[in-house]
């Protein structure tokens, strides 16, 4: 089955600097990739998600990568500010089948100090 | 609109008890799905249903795990001779369909002492 690993664990950034995420998945016929933020606490919420026949998606400070190569995708946050602090979690599914279900990362626990 | 709602928020319960845990999807949303979240750790699969039927239960620990949806809407998971390792937060997704984006809910946080 599908097994997807994130890196890395922590992350701690500079108010306005980028954080990078990484993830890779095992599954070739994974066609579709999430990215969820945790605040503590709280439901996962959905902030950007790029399907396998797209290679960039971008929406304002947030960007997602993806290479089926490789089979691994990425998150870009830009210019990062405080309440960006949150658990990230990557996920891979293989949309429309008769799964469909979602097969997350680790987490990777991002800390914005102002 | 409203989103994914769970209820009850915490449930606590002792071990060998008996616990429903209850999930309103948004509505016109036919896909369904259960995750449970252990601390520290990424939501894991637990069943999907697309309308009334489970598409998808590979994901259930064992037997004493059931989940229904008998209307195709409200879904209600059910946990039988509770142990302490079930306990968990236990979180329902939807989506429009299984192509589409999925949802969270707030997660019903279970403690079984």
């Known amino acids: 089955g599908e097994n997807v690993e994130q890196h890395p664990s922590t992350l701690s950034v500079q108010e306005g600097d980028s954080a990078v995420i990484k993830c890779t998945y095992s599954?070739?016929?994974?066609?579709?990739f999430p990215w969820y933020k945790q605040e503590l606490g709280k439901r996962p919420q959905l902030i950007i998600d790029?399907?396998?026949?797209?290679g960039e998606k971008k929406d304002q400070r947030i960007a997602v990568t993806l290479n089926k190569t490789a089979k691994h995708f990425s998150l870009h946050i830009t210019e990062t500010q405080p309440e960006d602090s949150a658990v990230y979690f990557c996920?891979?599914?293989?949309?429309?089948?008769?799964?469909?279900?979602?097969?997350f990362g680790k987490g990777t626990k991002l800390s914005v100090k102002p | 609109g409203a989103g994914v709602s769970q209820t009850p928020s915490n449930k606590v319960t002792e071990k060998g008890k008996y616990v429903e845990l209850r999930c309103d999807p948004i509505?016109?949303?036919?896909?369904l799905y259960w995750y449970r979240q252990s601390l520290g750790q990424g939501p894991e699969f637990l069943i999907y249903?697309?309308?009334?039927?489970?598409?998808?239960d590979s994901g259930l620990p064992n037997d004493r795990f059931f989940a229904v949806r008998p209307e195709g809407s409200v879904s209600t998971l059910k946990i039988q001779r509770t142990e302490r390792g079930d306990s968990a937060v236990y979180l329902c997704?939807?989506?429009?369909?299984?192509?589409?984006?999925?949802?969270f809910g707030p997660g019903t946080r279970l403690l079984v002492l």
């Open positions: 997704a939807s989506s429009l369909s299984s192509l589409d984006s999925q949802y």
């Open positions: 599954d070739s016929a994974s066609n579709y």
């Open positions: 790029i399907r396998s026949n797209v």
């Open positions: 996920a891979a599914s293989i949309s429309g089948g008769s799964q469909g279900n979602l097969i």
């Open positions: 509505s016109g949303h036919t896909a």
């Open positions: 249903f697309q309308g009334t039927g489970a598409a998808d």
